[in-house]
């Protein structure tokens, strides 16, 4: 008999970590000590489960890249003790956190698999169960003695995708989390089927924890009609070293001089701007409309496929660790599968 898979399970808080008080109707968090009397099936199978929560445990509104860094340091401490992480997290922060961990733990050969409901367990339709205990599945799963899935992951309503590839997509129903410019890691029906080309190989190197993330970046979002006061009130935030500019479509923006002055005069500055669409599928392609051929010529950076998540947690990363000149370097390096360089028309 193969030996058990030990898995860590890391509960944040959120949605799934709740349950109903059937006397008083009142939502309460769920003690994780009593994970096997919520989850009886569990004990049939071939897994010991330990649990950590937050303590106090975090609504996903409140996270943050404090709490990311200790969220990485649990798994950097107990790494060589498990064999997968769990990690539970309210669904309107998700996409974030995945992604910042994918960035701040280097070297990752282990699945680190981020799930959650839209219902509390304690609820009777709850989505939680099942995610919770796919989850487990694919935390657990091995070949030849190597993890199936070394990297961070979203597990919800049966499809595993990418963490730093993922948006949160629907508030209302199940499948919360949509992949729209990368494919399913793997989808879980009668069997859990994995898309092996798409999933990151281990390179069995020393994980590596970066805890430097520089928080001073800002979202800048067109639309028609955006005024000259708007854009230099976040271009002039004190102490501001990027912004992301959300454009339309494949990376446009409008040609107003102004605003490529504005552009330019941060850009001097030393500030980083980079290029990502507000569309949820498809590429930047800076130069492909002449509305933005005026952005690539006064360098601003194209961020190619990347959410608006991931480059959150890219550029607080990079920030964090390398220079300016290394950083816009790297903008354009696929460092954990968050972007496509060459992406197929």
């Known amino acids: 008999m193969t030996a058990p898979s030990n898995i860590l399970v890391i509960y944040t808080g959120g949605t799934i970590g709740m349950i109903r008080d059937y006397q008083s109707d009142a939502l309460h968090p769920f003690d994780f000590g009593q994970l096997y009397e919520q989850f009886p099936v569990l004990k049939q199978q071939n897994f010991i489960i330990d649990c950590i929560s937050f303590d106090p445990i975090v609504d996903s509104s409140n996270m943050n890249p404090v709490k990311w860094i200790e969220l990485a340091t649990i798994i950097e401490e107990n790494y060589e003790k498990y064999d997968g992480f769990i990690v539970l997290h309210g669904s309107d922060t998700m996409a974030y956190s995945a992604s910042a961990l994918s960035f701040i733990l280097e070297n990752l050969n282990k699945p680190v698999i981020f799930t959650g409901s839209q219902l509390p367990l304690g609820v009777f339709r709850t989505d939680g169960r099942e995610n919770f205990i796919t989850s487990v599945e694919i935390a657990s799963a091995h070949i030849d003695d190597t993890p199936v899935v070394p990297e961070v992951a979203i597990l919800f309503e049966n499809k595993l995708l990418r ?112 290029n990502v669409t507000q569309c949820q599928v498809g590429f930047v392609e800076m130069g492909k409309y002449q509305t933005s051929v005026e952005l690539k010529k006064i360098g601003v950076i194209g961020g190619y496929d990347i959410t608006t998540e991931s480059a959150v947690a890219k550029l607080m990363y990079l920030l964090g660790e390398y220079t300016r000149e290394q950083t816009i370097e790297l903008l354009h390096v696929s460092l954990r599968g968050e972007i496509t360089l060459n992406p197929v028309n």
Request: hydrophobic share 45%.
């Open 163 to 274: 963490g730093n590839r993922t948006i949160k997509f629907n508030a209302e129903n199940f499948q919360a989390f949509r992949s729209v410019n990368y494919p399913v890691l793997a989808e879980a029906g009668v069997h859990i089927i994995y898309n092996h080309n798409y999933i990151l190989k281990p390179n069995f190197k020393k994980l590596k924890v970066h805890r430097n993330l520089d928080t001073n970046i800002a979202i800048l979002k067109l639309f028609p009609g955006i005024g000259r006061n708007t854009v230099d009130a976040i271009l002039n935030i004190p102490g501001l070293k990027a912004i992301i500019l959300e454009t339309f479509g494949t990376g446009n923006a409008p040609t107003d001089p102004w605003l490529l002055d504005s552009f330019r005069q941060a850009m001097a500055r030393g500030i980083i701007i980079l």
